[in-house]
């Protein structure tokens, strides 16, 4: 599967974006999808997940703010930031994983194969 993310762009604090992650591909609903995103000078790390029958997982920091969701039927996966702050700024990658319908949401970088390039999400103060 091949995956590319947009929607990133400059947001003030406390503004919302959404990302979308869209895939090639006939199969996107056998896999189970992240986010992650990665600050200057910082290393990557998880956002938020959602497996194949729609269970999802949150960093701590983003819940209640931050939804993650898919339609399977556009082969899309979005998430959805709300009260953006300026320590959020980072690109955001997504990522996919073939799973059987039974697995939870993954949260570890290394549990993912596949990666898109990601997408420059800037919050200013």
């Known amino acids: 599967v091949q995956l590319q993310a947009s929607g990133g762009g400059l947001v003030q604090a406390g503004g919302s974006l959404r990302l979308s992650c869209a895939a090639s591909g006939p199969t996107f609903s056998r896999y189970s999808m992240g986010w992650f995103r990665q600050a200057p000078g910082k290393a990557r790390e998880f956002v938020a997940a959602?497996?194949?029958?729609?269970?999802?997982a949150y960093q701590d920091s983003v819940k209640g703010r931050f939804t993650i969701s898919r339609d399977n039927g556009m082969k899309t996966m979005y998430l959805q930031m709300n009260s953006l702050r300026p320590e959020e700024t980072a690109v955001y990658y997504c990522?996919?994983?073939?799973?059987?319908?039974?697995?939870?949401?993954?949260?570890?970088?290394?549990?993912?194969?596949?990666w898109g390039p990601g997408t420059l999400v800037t919050v200013s103060s």
């Open positions: 990522a996919a994983r073939a799973t059987i319908l039974s697995v939870g949401p993954l949260t570890a970088e290394n549990e993912y194969n596949y």
């Open positions: 959602i497996n194949r029958s729609g269970g999802t």
